[in-house]
C-alpha cells in the first residue's frame, strides 16, 4: 500500500523535516526542523507600541547613501529591503532586533530553528504529491490573512527575510485593511464597528495531529473587534482573516460566511488598494500586520519537480490586544 501524501493546511509550508530529508539549503542554519518543545500559552502583557518613540525625520534610516522608493502612490506600512546584509548577521542578531518591537511569538506547529524557536521558517522545495493533494480541493494557492490572529495580543509588526527563491515568482501581495475600511458606505462601517469575531488556532492544530505532525502549543481562541483602531494612526481597520476566524458572536454561521465573504473579496479585489512585493536576492520586508492583510503566490511551480525552492523567515513581533472602535 502506497502512503497517501499529506494534505497541507498551509501550502506555503511541509510538514516534512528537511533537517532529515537533507536537501541542498543555501543557508542550512535556518533548515527548519520539528523539535520536541512545549510553549505555554503566551500571558496578557503590557505593550509600548515603539512606534511613540520614533524620529519622524528617520535621521538614521534616511542617511546618504539610502535610496527610497515608492511601491505604491500612497499605501504605507510595507517596507521591503533588498540586498541588505543583515541576511548574513545571524539568527542571534536578527532575532534581538525584532525583540525591540514587541514580544516574541512561538509557532504551535511550524518548522523553527532550534534554540531560536521564535523563527517561523516558510521552507518549499520540490513536494510534488503535497502540491497535487492541496489542488484537489483547492483552486488557488492564495491564503488571505492577518499573521497570528488567534493570540490575544496578536503581532504587531513582522519581517520576513529571503533566503532562497525563485527568479521569478513567489510574490508576496498586500491589501490596506484602513483603506479597505474607508471605501465602505457610513451605514456599513457602523454596523461593522460592533462585530466581535471569534480567532482560534484549533483547525490548525487539530489537522497537523491528523496529518501526524508535531503540535507545541494547545489551541488558542480569542475573542476581537472585527474593526480595530490602530494604536499610532488612529485609523480603523477591518481585522479579517481567511485562515483562523471561525464564527462572529451574535450572528448565524451562514450570516457571518456571508460578511466575511464579502469583506475578503472586497480587500481581495480591490487592487487599487494593494501591494505587491517581488522578492529579490537577501530581501528583508517590514510590515505592520494590524493594517494589512496578505498572501504569498505560489506560481513557481514546475509540472515535473514541484515548487522550486523558496525559504524565507519570519519574526513576528507581539502587540497591544485589539483595540475597538468603542474603546478608541
Known amino acids: 500500500m502506497t502512503e497517501e501524501p499529506v494534505i497541507a493546511y498551509d501550502i506555503n509550508l511541509s510538514y516534512h523535516d528537511a533537517s532529515v530529508e537533507k536537501p541542498i539549503i543555501k543557508h542550512a542554519e535556518y533548515t527548519p526542523t520539528w523539535n520536541k518543545v512545549w510553549f505555554d500559552k503566551l500571558p496578557p502583557f503590557e505593550f509600548v507600541d515603539p512606534a511613540t518613540r520614533a524620529d519622524k525625520e528617520k535621521s538614521n534610516l534616511l542617511t546618504g547613501s539610502a535610496i527610497m522608493e515608492d511601491i505604491t502612490p500612497k499605501m504605507g506600512t510595507i517596507l521591503p529591503f533588498p540586498?541588505?546584509?543583515?541576511?548574513?548577521?545571524?539568527?542571534?542578531?536578527q532575532q534581538k532586533f525584532m525583540d525591540y518591537f514587541g514580544k516574541r511569538n512561538y509557532q504551535p506547529v511550524s518548522g523553527s530553528i532550534p534554540g531560536y524557536?521564535?523563527?517561523?521558517?516558510?521552507?518549499?522545495?520540490?513536494?510534488?504529491?503535497?502540491?497535487?493533494?492541496?489542488?484537489?480541493?483547492?483552486?488557488t494557492s492564495c491564503l488571505w490573512h492577518q499573521d497570528v490572529s488567534y493570540e490575544m495580543q496578536p503581532p504587531g509588526y513582522v519581517m520576513l527575510g529571503l533566503l532562497d527563491g525563485p527568479k521569478v515568482g513567489g510574490d508576496t501581495v498586500f491589501a490596506s485593511t484602513d483603506e479597505g475600511?474607508?471605501?465602505?458606505?457610513?451605514?456599513?462601517?457602523?454596523?461593522?464597528?460592533?462585530?466581535?469575531?471569534?480567532?482560534?488556532?484549533?483547525?490548525?492544530?487539530?489537522?497537523?495531529?491528523?496529518?501526524?505532525?508535531?503540535?507545541?502549543?494547545?489551541?488558542?481562541?480569542s475573542?476581537?473587534?472585527?474593526?480595530?483602531?490602530?494604536?499610532?494612526?488612529?485609523?480603523?481597520?477591518i481585522f479579517i482573516n481567511g485562515e483562523f476566524i471561525t464564527g462572529a458572536v451574535g450572528l448565524k454561521d451562514v450570516e457571518w460566511k456571508a460578511m466575511s465573504d464579502f469583506l475578503l473579496q472586497h480587500l481581495i479585489g480591490s487592487h487599487d488598494i494593494q501591494a505587491r512585493v517581488h522578492w529579490s536576492p537577501r530581501t528583508i520586508v517590514m510590515f505592520d500586520n494590524r493594517s494589512t492583510i496578505h498572501t504569498a503566490v505560489v506560481d513557481y511551480v514546475d509540472d515535473e519537480y514541484g515548487a522550486q525552492p523558496r525559504h524565507i523567515f519570519r519574526l513576528a513581533a507581539m502587540a497591544e490586544k485589539p483595540i475597538p472602535v468603542q474603546d478608541a
Open 181 to 221: 475600511y474607508k471605501r465602505l458606505s457610513p451605514t456599513m462601517q457602523k454596523f461593522l464597528d460592533g462585530i466581535k469575531v471569534k480567532h482560534s488556532s484549533a483547525n490548525m492544530i487539530n489537522h497537523t495531529r491528523l496529518a501526524g505532525g508535531l503540535v507545541r502549543k494547545d489551541p488558542v481562541t
Open 117 to 139: 524557536p521564535g523563527f517561523h521558517i516558510i521552507h518549499r522545495d520540490g513536494n510534488r504529491p503535497e502540491l497535487d493533494a492541496f489542488f484537489v480541493q483547492k483552486t
Open 83 to 93: 540586498d541588505q546584509d543583515f541576511i548574513e548577521a545571524g539568527l542571534e542578531y
Open 223 to 237: 475573542i476581537h473587534p472585527l474593526i480595530r483602531v490602530h494604536p499610532i494612526t488612529g485609523a480603523r481597520c
